[in-house]
């Protein structure tokens, strides 16, 4: 895109020089990307359907889960496959807005939609690494950017209300990367299974129980200060949860954010002897931020084998019995733009939510594992400012702002275009007072709550700017998310809650994905909901088309032949 900052001469040499070093650094720590995901799972019930070609299968969500589960159904060779998503796009949390004729970053920033796999995993970034130069040179060389990430703004006088100035990142102790690197290969074994990365393969109770542990400062310890050291600021800022008070997370969380932050990190040698590497700690991104145009394209390429049908807000699900006899089209849903009727049916949506329109009894497995689920408050606040100190593609993260006490401050601020004095920034906003099963406030309360959360986002804004010696202009949008990182508390963990949600994947032929089942990442979601379809839908023989069968990235090729052979 013309004006964009990733348009850079020297751009190449510095994404070449950044994977070289991110998957040595990788190497090197331990790292691995997740070559097949528990490829020894059993089959969920259900697998096999018994309609074949004609199955109809419906998908309630259109973010990235719904629709990569969607997508990879069609490569399976199912060809009436339907995505009803409530919104007026698809993308969920990970949608692009339009400002000034540019697109801009409304809730993920940070995506592998520059890979033509979309994931990491599935890119075998370690696994075949001149295959994924290769591609960067070729597919991803006119759709990725960089966005280092190396700058914290913090005091320099350390007074909490002083002048902001940007400084670099330190690693947390004395050794630099290792106490954090220490951490997540202990809990999670290198040397072990590729799929210990998720989390309904691992038992809480037993060697992983210190992960089950509520999470606090002292227990964080060991990744250094919690205001200024990467990846505690990098994992709280991005909305993983507040370093105090009820919106901290059990240690599970920060054990799996802290390792994926490690990974965009540089060498620890680099960072303990200061010398730095070409941007520091870097993210990929999608060259122009055009996320929805992306969506939109990467649902046309299914073909007519995919229908989408934005608007359609879920009111009412009406499933079989279980251990009933199968018949065709027995999962009724009924959506504001009309009534559906389908064989199976994949929940992609937020499973604390789905309450509200899944026919379950109040005495059912589903029931009470999905009123388990927390969330927290975020906002993504736009606001038009002229900020010198901040530098245009280069996100910057505010020290001291990841706390209680600074609620509707801004925690990331992202300047996406030197051209423009669009600033973008992101705070928590009142932790959700949420009971099993619901909120504990009303509609209206809820509503009141935000009206004056807006208020105080505005001035908090304005507030950062002018400490960073900018100039404020006016607020041009404000996105909530109510129910943002859906997670569970610790004794949920120590009961197993992923491995209970994960036995009822098939029951009244329903599945389940989405980022409470693992991370609300964009590369995790998309891996786990493929994980999910190629483990639970079998392939239809004789319909599955070699052009297909060539888009299923070799990841889910190699899955699928081992898990449903």
């Known amino acids: ?117 979309n994931s990491f995993a599935a890119a075998q970034v370690l696994e075949r690494p001149f295959k994924f130069l290769a591609q960067l040179a070729t597919y991803s060389r006119t759709r990725l950017q960089l966005l280092p990430a190396n700058a914290l703004l913090s005091t320099t006088d350390g007074q909490a209300s002083g002048p902001l100035r940007p400084n670099p990142f330190a690693l947390g102790g004395e050794s630099g990367v290792e106490p954090a ?32 542990s509520p999470a606090g400062v002292d227990r964080l310890a060991h990744w250094g200060d919690a205001q200024r050291d990467w990846p505690l600021v990098f994992t709280s800022s991005h909305g993983y949860g507040l370093l105090d008070g009820d919106a901290t997370p059990p240690l599970y969380y920060w054990v799996r954010f802290a390792q994926k932050a490690t990974n965009c990190a540089r060498l620890g040698f680099w960072w303990r002897h200061g010398a730095g590497l070409p941007g520091g700690p870097t993210g990929p991104a999608l060259r122009g931020f055009e996320h929805n145009a992306h969506f939109a394209r990467a649902a046309a390429e299914a073909g007519d084998a995919l229908r989408v049908r934005t608007g359609a807000r879920v009111l009412a699900v009406q499933r079989p019995a279980r251990d009933a006899p199968a018949r065709p089209r027995s999962v009724k849903v009924r959506t504001t733009a009309g009534d559906f009727a389908f064989d199976r049916l994949i929940v992609a949506t937020d499973l604390k939510l789905a309450l509200t329109f899944l026919d379950v009894a109040e005495e059912s497995a589903e029931a009470a594992l999905f009123a388990q689920i927390r969330h927290l408050t975020y906002y993504t606040v736009v606001v038009r400012a002229r900020v010198p100190a901040l530098t245009p593609g280069r996100v910057h993260y505010v020290s001291g702002h990841q706390t209680s006490e600074r609620l509707c401050a801004p925690t990331i601020m992202l300047v996406p275009y030197a051209d423009s004095d669009v600033l973008i920034s992101w705070a928590y906003g009142a932790p959700p007072q949420e009971a099993d099963g619901a909120s504990a406030l009303t509609a209206e309360q809820d509503a009141e709550r935000a009206a004056r959360e807006r208020v105080q986002l505005e001035a908090q804004a304005r507030e950062a700017v002018e400490r960073l010696g900018g100039t404020f202009g006016r607020v041009e949008l404000v996105e909530r998310y109510a129910h943002y990182f859906p997670h569970v508390n610790a004794d949920s963990l120590r009961a197993g809650f992923h491995r209970r949600v994960d036995a009822l994947q098939g029951e009244r032929n329903t599945y389940y994905v989405g980022e409470v089942l693992n991370l609300p990442l964009v590369s995790e979601c998309i891996d786990f909901a493929r994980y999910i379809v190629r483990r639970c839908f079998a392939p239809v023989p004789a319909v599955a088309s070699a052009r297909a069968e060539a888009a299923a990235p070799e990841m889910m090729r190699a899955l699928s032949a081992t898990t449903l052979g």
């Open 1 to 117: 895109m013309e004006g964009s900052f990733a348009s850079k001469p020297h751009e190449g040499l510095q994404m070449l020089v950044a994977v070289l070093t991110f998957t040595l650094g990788a190497h090197l720590r331990g790292a691995r990307f997740v070559p097949r995901l528990a490829a020894n799972a059993p089959r969920a019930a259900g697998a096999n359907g018994g309609f074949g070609r004609a199955e109809a299968i419906g998908v309630i969500g259109g973010g990235v889960s719904g629709l990569w589960a969607a997508i990879e159904l069609t490569r399976l060779g199912y060809t009436d496959v339907t995505v009803l998503e409530a919104g007026a796009e698809l993308g969920g949390k990970a949608r692009s807005f339009e400002l000034d004729g540019r697109s801009y970053p409304l809730g993920a920033v940070m995506t592998p939609f520059g890979l033509r796999e």
């Open 181 to 212: 690197a220490r951490a997540w290969r202990d809990a999670f074994e290198p040397q072990g299974t590729p799929e210990r990365f998720y989390a309904h393969t691992l038992d809480f109770d037993r060697t992983h129980a210190p992960l089950a």
